[in-house]
C-alpha cells in the first residue's frame, strides 16, 4: 500500500508540527518557572498529581495531529492500489449548439449524449481522472479534472442547450487540452454532431499534439440528418475524423445510444494497473473529530465540562 500526493510540495507545511511541538514545552517551561516564583509548584503538584502535565500532553498531541491531518489533505492525499483503472486522464467536450437538439437519436442528440455521460462516469474504474466542458460558440468549463464521481455527474446536469449563434469546435479542444496541463496521460472525449462555424482547425490540432494530448471524436447523429427548430441537422464528419487521426485518436460514428456506450468502453482503455484513491474528503472528516476530541478535552480540563 503506498501514498502519493498531488501537490508534494506543500508537505513542507509539515513543519509546523514540530514547531509547535518546540513552542509548546519553550512555553510550558517559562510558565513552570514564572509559576515558581509565587507557588508552591510542587505541592500543587503532588495534590493534582500529573493533571496538568498529562492533559497539556494530550491536547499536544491531538493538535499536533490535527495539523499533520489538515496538511496531508491540504496536499492531495491519495492511496494507491492494484485494481482496473485507466492509464489515461480524460476532459470531456459536449456540443451544446443548436443543432444538437435533433432528434435523429432520441430523444435528442445532447439528451442522448447526457445519458451516456453519466453512464460513462458510473462504469468509470477506480482513480480514474474526468474533467467536463461544454461549448458551442466559446468552451465552458464545467468541471475540473477530478475522480469524485458525484462532482462530475453534478457537472452533467449543468449541461443544457447554447442559444448562442456560433459552435468552435476548435476553441473547445483547445481548452480541453489546456484542462489537462498537469496529468501524465492525457486524451479528449469530444461529443459533437462535427458543424462548427468558427475556429481553425490546424492550430488545434499543432496544440493538442504539441501537449501530447488524443483526440477522441464521436459524431452524433445518423447519415439522414434530424430535425431541429431550424430545420434538418446533418452531420459533418470530415473534419472529426482528420482531428481523431492527427492527434493519434479514434472516430467513431455514433446513431445509437448503443453505438454511443461501446465508444465510451473502447476509448477508457481499462487494464490492470495502479489506481490513485483520493483520501481528501476521508482526510478532512478526521481533523473535524480531531477538532471537536480536543475541544472537548480543553473544556473538561477548564471544568466548564463535567
Same mark, same amino acid.
Given at each position: 500500500?503506498?501514498?502519493?500526493?498531488?501537490?508534494?510540495l506543500?508537505?513542507?507545511?509539515?513543519?509546523?508540527?514540530p514547531? !509547535?511541538?518546540?513552542?509548546h514545552?519553550?512555553?510550558?517551561?517559562i510558565?513552570h518557572? $514564572?509559576?515558581? /516564583?509565587? =507557588?508552591?509548584?510542587?505541592?500543587?503538584?503532588?495534590?493534582?498529581?500529573?493533571?496538568?502535565?498529562?492533559?497539556?500532553?494530550?491536547l499536544?498531541?491531538?493538535? %499536533?495531529?490535527?495539523?499533520?491531518?489538515?496538511?496531508?489533505?491540504?496536499?492531495?492525499?491519495?492511496?494507491?492500489?492494484?485494481?482496473?483503472?485507466?492509464?489515461f486522464?480524460?476532459?470531456?467536450?459536449?456540443?451544446?449548439?443548436?443543432?444538437?437538439?435533433?432528434?435523429?437519436?432520441?430523444? %435528442?442528440?445532447?439528451?442522448? =449524449?447526457?445519458?451516456?455521460? @453519466?453512464?460513462?462516469?458510473?462504469?468509470?474504474?477506480?482513480?480514474?481522472? !474526468?474533467?467536463?466542458?461544454?461549448? &458551442?460558440e466559446?468552451?465552458?468549463?464545467?468541471?475540473?479534472?477530478? /475522480?469524485?464521481?458525484? !462532482?462530475?455527474?453534478? =457537472?452533467?446536469?449543468?449541461?443544457?442547450?447554447?442559444? %448562442?449563434g456560433?459552435?468552435?469546435?476548435?476553441?473547445?479542444?483547445?481548452? &480541453?487540452? @489546456?484542462?489537462?496541463?498537469?496529468?501524465?496521460?492525457?486524451?479528449?472525449? !469530444?461529443l459533437?454532431?462535427?458543424?462548427t462555424?468558427?475556429?481553425?482547425? @490546424?492550430?488545434?490540432?499543432?496544440y493538442?499534439? &504539441?501537449?501530447?494530448t488524443k483526440?477522441?471524436?464521436?459524431?452524433?447523429?445518423? &447519415?439522414?440528418?434530424?430535425?431541429?427548430?431550424?430545420?434538418?441537422?446533418h452531420?459533418?464528419?470530415?473534419?472529426?475524423? %482528420?482531428?481523431?487521426?492527427?492527434t493519434? *485518436?479514434?472516430y467513431?460514428?455514433v446513431?445509437t445510444?448503443?453505438?454511443?456506450?461501446?465508444?465510451?468502453?473502447?476509448i477508457?482503455?481499462?487494464k490492470?494497473?495502479?489506481?490513485?484513491?483520493?483520501?481528501?474528503?476521508?482526510?478532512?472528516?478526521?481533523?473535524?473529530?480531531?477538532?471537536?476530541?480536543? $475541544?472537548?478535552?480543553?473544556?473538561?480540563r477548564y *471544568?466548564?465540562?463535567?
Amino acid at each position: 500500500m503506498n501514498f502519493s500526493f498531488d501537490f508534494p510540495l506543500r508537505l513542507w507545511w509539515l513543519l509546523l508540527v514540530p514547531i !509547535l511541538i518546540f513552542i509548546h514545552f519553550f512555553t510550558l517551561r517559562i510558565r513552570h518557572k $514564572y509559576a515558581l /516564583r509565587f =507557588a508552591n509548584f510542587e505541592a500543587i503538584s503532588r495534590i493534582k498529581g500529573i493533571d496538568l502535565y498529562s492533559k497539556n500532553l494530550v491536547l499536544l498531541i491531538i493538535t %499536533s495531529l490535527t495539523l499533520a491531518v489538515m496538511v496531508l489533505a491540504y496536499a492531495g492525499t491519495n492511496l494507491e492500489v492494484q485494481s482496473q483503472t485507466s492509464p489515461f486522464s480524460f476532459t470531456m467536450v459536449v456540443d451544446t449548439s443548436t443543432s444538437m437538439e435533433a432528434t435523429d437519436i432520441l430523444p %435528442s442528440r445532447l439528451e442522448a =449524449a447526457k445519458k451516456q455521460a @453519466d453512464e460513462f462516469i458510473n462504469e468509470m474504474p477506480t482513480g480514474t481522472t !474526468l474533467g467536463i466542458i461544454s461549448f &458551442a460558440e466559446n468552451p465552458k468549463i464545467l468541471q475540473s479534472p477530478t /475522480r469524485d464521481k458525484d !462532482l462530475l455527474h453534478q =457537472a452533467v446536469q449543468k449541461i443544457s442547450l447554447s442559444e %448562442s449563434g456560433g459552435t468552435d469546435l476548435y476553441q473547445a479542444t483547445i481548452a &480541453a487540452t @489546456d484542462l489537462l496541463e498537469n496529468q501524465q496521460k492525457k486524451a479528449i472525449i !469530444l461529443l459533437t454532431d462535427g458543424q462548427t462555424t468558427t475556429g481553425d482547425s @490546424d492550430s488545434a490540432i499543432e496544440y493538442a499534439n &504539441a501537449h501530447l494530448t488524443k483526440v477522441h471524436t464521436l459524431a452524433l447523429g445518423t &447519415a439522414q440528418g434530424g430535425e431541429t427548430r431550424f430545420g434538418v441537422s446533418h452531420l459533418a464528419t470530415d473534419a472529426l475524423q %482528420s482531428l481523431a487521426e492527427k492527434t493519434q *485518436g479514434t472516430y467513431t460514428l455514433v446513431s445509437t445510444e448503443e453505438d454511443l456506450s461501446s465508444a465510451f468502453k473502447k476509448i477508457i482503455d481499462i487494464k490492470t494497473g495502479t489506481a490513485k484513491i483520493s483520501m481528501d474528503k476521508w482526510l478532512i472528516i478526521l481533523s473535524f473529530i480531531l477538532i471537536i476530541l480536543g $475541544y472537548l478535552l480543553s473544556n473538561v480540563r477548564y *471544568g466548564i465540562l463535567p
